[in-house]
């Protein structure tokens, strides 16, 4: 989650100046991304050319583009709890995947999480329209996406909440596995179900976030209409899956680069004097051959591993 959510600390602002802006003037739409362990590797926004990806590159030649934003902590949830509120972890007491903010959040007056507002509570307490999809908070923390209280609720339920998954898989041949093979790792043996990652040949039906950007774009011709019909402005956060493993991708998309040509990175291994909270161990499975491997912070993975892993995200 490192280079998503330091992308995300500098919209946060943005947004919160648009709802301030709205108070004086015309009040603005809002459409926000939230795109799980992306890095900024563009070729349009930062001169990269390893990644194909020419709608960023189209974003990018018409916007604002950062080219200095910084991470929370790299790590999903509490990178997630702190931008949704505004608040540092020391404030939001989450450090790690398991903690709930509206739980054990406190401020330095001893206000509780369960008091704060959300940035996209902020939009809704200020007369949006507010619409959610996909991984915005970290799953389950809070319980519900923070409904009913961060989300609009006047809404049809086809306009509800669109709930998240990391994978779907309806291949019956291996599902509930999202890759093809051997199945789930062993328990206790480092990487858990998702840590894999394959190119399958199946419709774009069959990946989480097709659905999800469908469902996007029938929530913004539904707010758009609220829009025209009674000039109700909306945010529309929608959150998507990838590239976080499993690194489960459609085959046409792998089959547009080649293994072999991809380049290995920069750094192998982690920086030496690295503080501790910055690194977490973990580990990938590769389910067609059953081998587990096992991230080492002083020994770098196969340069075949590097990238293979590499192309697949």
Known sequence: MAAAASGMTLPLVLMLALVARGARAEKLNVLY????????????????????TPAVDKLAAEAMVFNNAYCQQAVCGPSRASFMTGRRPAHTNVFDNSANFREVGR????????????????????????????????????????????????????????????????????????????????????????????????????FYDYGLANATVARLE??????????????????????????????QFWDLYTTEDIAMP???????????????????????????????????LSVWDTKSMRHAY
Not at 165 to 188: H, L, Q
Not at 269 to 288: H, S, T, V, W
């Open 33 to 52: 991304f939230v795109v799980d362990d992306l890095r900024p590797e563009f070729l349009g926004a930062y001169g990269q050319k390893g990644m194909l």
């Open 107 to 206: 401020t330095m007056n001893g206000a509780s999480g369960g008091s704060w507002s959300t940035m996209p509570e902020v939009f809704k307490k200020s007369g949006w329209t507010t619409l959610g999809l996909g991984k915005t908070f970290h799953p389950n923390h809070p319980k519900d996406w923070d409904e009913p209280t961060s989300w609009s609720q006047d809404i049809p339920g086809s306009m509800q909440y669109y709930d998240f998954e990391y994978f779907i898989s309806p291949n019956k041949t291996y599902a509930p596995n999202p890759c093809p093979g051997a199945g789930p790792p062993p328990k206790g043996a480092g990487p858990s179900k998702i840590d894999v990652w394959c190119a399958v040949d199946e419709p774009l039906e069959n």
């Open 222 to 251: 539904y707010a758009g209409g609220l829009w025209k019909q009674k000039q109700t402005p909306f945010f529309v956060q929608a959150g998507f899956a990838r590239p976080h493993a499993p690194w489960r991708v459609p085959q």
């Open 266 to 300: 920069q750094h192998r291994l982690p920086p030496e004097d690295m503080p501790g909270i910055a690194y977490k161990q973990d580990g990938f499975y590769r389910a067609n051959d059953t081998q587990i491997i096992m991230a080492n912070i002083t020994s770098p």
